[in-house]
């Protein structure tokens, strides 16, 4: 059975403090793992997509590199801006239809 | 096009009541995709359409929800007989026929009480 699993479940962090978010996953044939944003209230935003291990990708203070088993969100000197729930899914072959399945999340909340 | 957009943002129901949510995708979109997401939880999938066509339900998608995209256009969940259980937030996404490498576009979603 296809798993998404995310750690740690909460992080509190000093802002300036960097820290790394894990999403591991054991699913069949891997066609994307996303990661997403999440604030309070709200759909989630769409962050990044990796699609094969070793790649790595970087928006602002965030950076997300992917493995064969897992990838990480690294934060880099974090913003309160930066508090949010940071969810992470994959697409497999064979889900025919593009959908995705989430992991739990990672709730985030960056102190000034 | 400012996104997808759902509607309503907030539905306070009876225990038994009928609600119905509506989602006007990013119109160049031909894929609607419909989940629900509960406290503390990621988003489930519960179903998919390709343009009118719906191409597949999940299994959370009791005989009590229906869903419909008349026209490939907007797209409309019913939930009959509501029960405290379907209490989450209920997300529409969409995303273009050429597949999901840029993710999907959520919606801000429909929060559903039943009370």
């Known amino acids: 059975e296809d798993q998404v699993t995310q750690s740690p479940e909460a992080l509190r962090l000093q802002e300036g403090e960097s820290s790394s978010l894990n999403c591991s996953y054991t699913v069949s044939g891997l066609r994307g793992l996303f990661w997403y944003r999440q604030d309070p209230g709200k759909g989630p935003e769409f962050l990044f997509t990796?699609?094969?291990a070793g790649e790595e990708k970087e928006k602002e203070r965030l950076k997300a590199t992917l493995t064969k088993k897992e990838s990480f969100l690294h934060i880099t000197a974090p913003k309160p801006e930066d508090s949010a729930t940071y969810l992470c899914?994959?697409?497999?072959?064979?889900?025919?239809?593009?959908?995705?399945?989430f992991g739990k999340g990672n709730q985030v909340v960056v102190i000034p | 096009d400012t996104g997808v957009s759902q509607d309503p943002r907030h539905k306070i129901t009876k225990r038994g009541q009928n609600v119905t949510f509506r989602c006007d995708p990013i119109?160049?979109?031909?894929?609607l995709y419909w989940y629900r997401q509960t406290l503390g939880q990621g988003p489930e999938f519960l179903t998919y359409?390709?343009?009118?066509?719906?191409?597949?339900k999940s299994r959370l998608l009791s005989d009590r929800f229906s869903a419909e995209r008349p026209k490939g256009s907007f797209s409309t969940l019913e939930i009959q007989r509501t029960e405290q259980g379907d209490s989450a937030m209920y997300l529409c996404a969409s995303s273009p026929y050429s597949g999901v490498q840029d993710g999907y576009t959520f919606g801000s979603g429909t929060r559903l009480t039943v009370v």
């Open positions: 899914a994959v697409q497999a072959s064979s889900y025919g239809n593009n959908r995705l399945a």
């Open positions: 359409f390709q343009n009118e066509a719906q191409l597949e």
């Open positions: 119109s160049e979109h031909n894929r």
């Open positions: 990796l699609y094969s």
